[in-house]
């Protein structure tokens, strides 16, 4: 596989830098908690609503990133974006797990129904992106952008998800410049976010 232009630290500099910032701020774990708050606050009152997409983006979002985040200073993985896809299994199953234990919280304690989804969806995505992972590197990013793209359609409208379009196009162009994925990884993280999130409506998920 060709070596990804960030992947030594002094090559992080002036477009590369900025592809790599932009890479991680519109990466899954962020979009999940904006889209976690956002359908909160619609189906329930602000702060009830806050206060649970506050909970779904500590257990989903953040005890992932915070695990990574663990292997990456005690040498259990090589960099933060984890081109070797051997250094992604682990993440992904505690991120399944998180997904689990955030699910099993909200449906005990009555919780908004799209943020319920919403983890089922995660949990779906993950395991799904782990098992691809264990033979190809498939973009978890255009998975996890078009999955925003498609929830957003399907929940607020058109207008939403029109809004949500240039940051797919940013993902997909950035992961193919920083040479993080090829263009077929790419295509197919975008056919999984699809697909794994309509496959949801046959359960009656996400119907804003």
């Known amino acids: 596989m060709t070596t ?4 030594h630290e002094g090559n992080r500099t002036g477009a590369v830098k900025a592809a790599r910032v932009f890479s991680n701020v519109v ?3 962020v979009m999940f908690a904006i889209l976690g708050l956002v359908m909160a606050i619609r189906e329930t009152a602000v702060w009830p609503g806050f206060l649970w997409a506050a909970m779904y983006g500590l ?3 953040l005890l992932p990133i915070l695990f990574v985040l663990y292997l990456l200073k005690t040498g259990h993985i090589t960099e933060l974006h984890m081109s070797n896809t051997r250094e992604r299994h682990l993440p992904y199953m505690a991120a399944v797990l ?4 955030a699910f099993l919280l909200i449906t005990s304690f009555n919780g908004p129904a799209l943020l319920r989804c919403l983890t089922i969806f995660n949990i779906i995505e993950l ?3 782990g098992l691809i992972n264990i033979y190809w590197l498939i973009s978890i990013h255009a998975t996890g952008i078009m999955a925003t793209l498609v929830i957003s359609w399907l929940v607020f409208g058109w207008q939403a998800a029109l809004l949500v379009l240039p940051f797919v196009v940013g993902v997909c ?5 920083l040479k993080r994925h090829t263009p077929a990884q790419v295509v197919a993280g975008l056919l999984l976010g699809v697909v794994s ?5 046959f359960i009656g998920c996400f119907q804003g």
């Open 127 to 129: 395991a799904a992106l």
């Open 98 to 101: 998180c997904a689990g234990l």
């Open 59 to 61: 257990i989903v979002s």
């Open 27 to 29: 990466s899954p774990p």
């Open 4 to 7: 990804p232009l960030d992947h």
């Open 173 to 177: 162009y950035v992961r193919l410049y």
């Open 197 to 201: 999130v309509w496959a949801l409506t």
